[in-house]
């Protein structure tokens, strides 16, 4: 599946004209809880030739590139400008690909130095309410009465604890489900119920509509209305944009 992967972001390169900067996986294969049969969700960032940039062209160009997802493999990247100006802004989706544990290619050492600029527009407050949209979001969607997506817990859980990451004063939120679980999780009985359904779901188990599960349910109620009534100071960095700027175009001349 490695080459797989490298194959088509040297395909996507060579169609499309750019340069692949950076490709990580993203989503449960990176979280640390994949199914026999998820995806392989690929993420990367690219640059295009100078003149793409430096033409006056007033129509929207696109920043994106996606591929449609065949036989396991979703392929989708930002260009690199679009990558910064989401830096500066401190989207979580990006530091999570900056930090992925599983890199299948990086080129200019991009990601390290995106990743030097995190005390500089790295934005706890950004950050939380990005989690705790996600967190409200699929526990309406799927997580509401006796019978429950079972499998949907993962993605209401993860955002709670990286929200607790982020009140503790941690910092960046690391990608590893288990790392949020073994620093934050104290209560036994949450514990052994998490432990228990990461067990079935390396498994392969489907983890459709099941009865929920009390102590994870419990633990979520609690989480979410807590943040209901939590104090958040909403003021957000006004960090410039020129370092940004300087590595934009020192990317453009090394690469091309």
């Known amino acids: 599946m490695h080459e797989r992967i490298t194959t088509a972001l040297h395909t996507i390169a060579h169609d499309e004209d750019v340069r692949v900067l950076y490709a990580c996986e993203s989503g449960s294969r990176a979280w640390g809880f994949p199914s026999r049969d998820s995806d392989y969700d690929v993420r990367f960032i690219y640059v295009r030739r100078p ?79 990005h989690y705790l949209h996600m967190a409200r979001g699929n526990y309406r969607d799927y997580l509401q009465g006796e019978i429950v997506w079972i499998k949907k817990y993962f993605y209401v859980l993860r955002p709670l604890l990286a929200i607790q990451w982020i009140e503790a004063g941690r910092g960046v939120v690391p990608v590893e489900f288990q790392v949020l679980v073994d620093t934050l999780v104290e209560d036994e009985a949450l514990r052994q119920a998490i432990d228990q359904l990461l067990k079935r779901k390396r498994a392969g188990e489907e983890l459709d509509r099941e009865p929920m599960i009390p102590a994870i349910s419990a633990f979520i109620v609690s989480e979410l209305a807590r943040l209901e009534t939590a104090s958040i100071d909403h003021r957000r960095s006004g960090a410039d944009i020129e370092q940004l700027n300087q590595l934009f175009r020192a990317v453009l001349a090394a690469v091309w």
């Open 51 to 129: 003149e793409w940039y430096l033409s006056i062209n007033l129509e929207h160009k696109r920043d994106v590139i996606e591929r449609p997802i065949s036989e396991q493999l979703d392929l989708s990247g930002w260009d690199l400008r679009k990558a910064l100006q989401l830096l500066r802004k401190s989207n979580p989706p990006l530091l999570e690909w900056l930090n992925s544990p599983i890199v299948y290619l990086e080129a200019a050492d991009i990601a390290a130095q995106l990743r030097a600029l995190l005390p500089v527009y790295y934005s706890p407050v950004a950050c939380l309410f």
